[in-house]
T-cell receptor, first 111, second 116 residues
């Protein structure tokens, strides 16, 4: 199974900052892309799916560049509660099939 | 909001012992998964299950592992003879709602397994 690569961080940013995470995937045939959030010793929780045209959900914006096999997540106006590990996740095959996880990028938002 | 549940939350066992990890997937989901996460490592796929049979398994899922859906609600992972390297967090997930979101995988809170 091909890999998903992320900068492990940690990213330490002050409240209100804008922070961006990047991810690359090696399987060019990959179909679906997601950002999950994982708090310490907790389960991954879906933050947002990533669509080809890019998508936004409040302070969060996700972008996909299929040609470069690159996914990004932008968080604006960081809150203390955004502190977590952000997992880049790829589904190589469309549908209900196994996910491939990156190791995650840790974010600490500091007051 | 429906959620995946798992029991126990923590399990400590001796090397060579059998353990059974239990999961109750979201009730209208059709696809079930087990993943594991060794401390400090990435989440790794173990096995997927659909229509009462294994649909895919990884190289990690060797003969020591088995899965079962003994009734209409539970989904179990059995490790027959645990090894030290089986120590990890084991996550159950489900997907495939008949209505609405058909592909998103929802994860349970995990079982932390420690093999001594």
């Amino acid at each position: 199974r091909k890999e998903v690569e992320q900068d492990p961080g940690p990213f330490n940013v002050p409240e209100g900052a804008t922070v961006a995470f990047n991810c690359t995937y090696s399987n060019s045939a990959s179909q679906s892309f997601f950002w999950y959030r994982q708090d310490c010793r907790k389960e991954p929780k879906l933050l947002m799916s990533v669509y080809s045209s890019g998508n936004e959900d409040g302070r969060f914006t996700a972008q996909l560049n299929r040609a470069s096999q690159y996914i990004s997540l932008l968080i604006r106006d960081s809150k203390l509660s955004d502190s977590a590990t952000y997992l880049c996740v790829v589904n190589p095959i469309s549908g209900n099939t196994p996910l491939v996880f990156g190791k995650g990028t840790r974010l600490s938002v500091i007051a | 909001e429906p959620e995946v549940t798992q029991t126990p939350s923590h399990q400590v066992t001796q090397m060579g012992q059998e353990v059974i990890l239990r999961c109750v997937p979201i009730s209208n989901h059709l696809y079930f998964y087990w993943y594991r996460q060794i401390l400090g490592q990435k989440v790794e796929f173990l096995v997927s299950f659909y229509n009462n049979e294994i649909s895919e398994k990884s190289e990690i899922f060797d003969d020591q592992f088995s899965v079962e859906r003994p009734d209409g609600s539970n989904f179990t992972l059995k490790i027959r003879s645990t090894k030290l390297e089986d120590s990890a967090m084991y996550f159950c997930a489900s997907s495939g709602s008949l209505a609405g979101d058909k592909e998103t995988q929802y994860f349970g809170p995990g079982t932390r397994l420690l093999v001594l």
